[in-house]
């Protein structure tokens, strides 16, 4: 199955362009898709694509040595969304994002956070590691959260300041290029897997 669907809707994550002056640290954004877009793109695709991104991912050296701020946007978060958070879902996705890969998530960032929102981040918080729950950073004001991303490097749907129609100006599509270069292969292995499984 091809994941190249989700191109027709918003973007909902990606690697931006900026870097943190200090440490280097590589940024990679994310929302959820709007609940209108749920019955199209699943919690599994959602998943299956951050994968992807982050297979590439290994092979970027700032992202292995500097590490990696991690900004997710509550905007568009609905209750479509909040059931799909259900514990075994929540595991695969720690187990993908944080011990199956070699980044050290520096900084977790919260904003645009609904009551919805916070309520599951409360449901997840349990399940994270001490070290990660310790860097999480839940911002009640978007001003806070453009003294660590400044707002002119950031999507309009994470509090930037550009419009929706110039999102596309400050994300880095390296990775992007680099999963659909593999397309062809990705679809081989999935096959192969399926075929494992049966």
Request: proline share 6%; charged share 20%.
């Amino acid at each position: 199955m091809t994941l190249l669907y989700m191109y027709d809707f918003p973007r909902f994550m990606g690697l931006l362009k900026y870097r943190d002056p200090i440490t280097g640290c590589m940024v990679f954004v994310f929302r959820s898709p709007p609940d209108s877009n749920t019955t199209w793109i699943t919690i599994e695709d959602i998943t299956t694509a951050l994968a992807l991104a982050l297979d590439e991912l290994i092979y970027v050296d700032t992202a292995v040595n500097n590490g990696l701020i991690l900004v997710a946007s509550g905007e568009g978060f609905g209750f479509s969304r909040m059931r799909d958070f259900t514990p075994a879902r929540i595991k695969i996705l720690i187990d993908i994002c944080y011990n199956a890969y070699p980044f050290n998530i520096k900084q977790f960032h919260l904003v645009q956070c609904s009551s919805l929102f916070n309520a599951t981040v409360k449901i997840c918080k349990p399940f994270l590691p001490r070290k990660l729950r310790n860097r999480i950073v839940v911002h009640n004001t978007i001003e806070s959260f453009h003294d660590v991303v400044p707002p002119n490097v950031t999507p309009s749907w994470a509090g930037g300041t550009g419009s929706a129609e110039k999102d596309w100006e400050v994300f880095d599509y390296t990775l992007e290029r680099a999963t659909l270069d593999r397309t062809e292969y990705h679809e081989k292995l999935a096959k192969r897997l399926a075929e494992g499984m049966t």
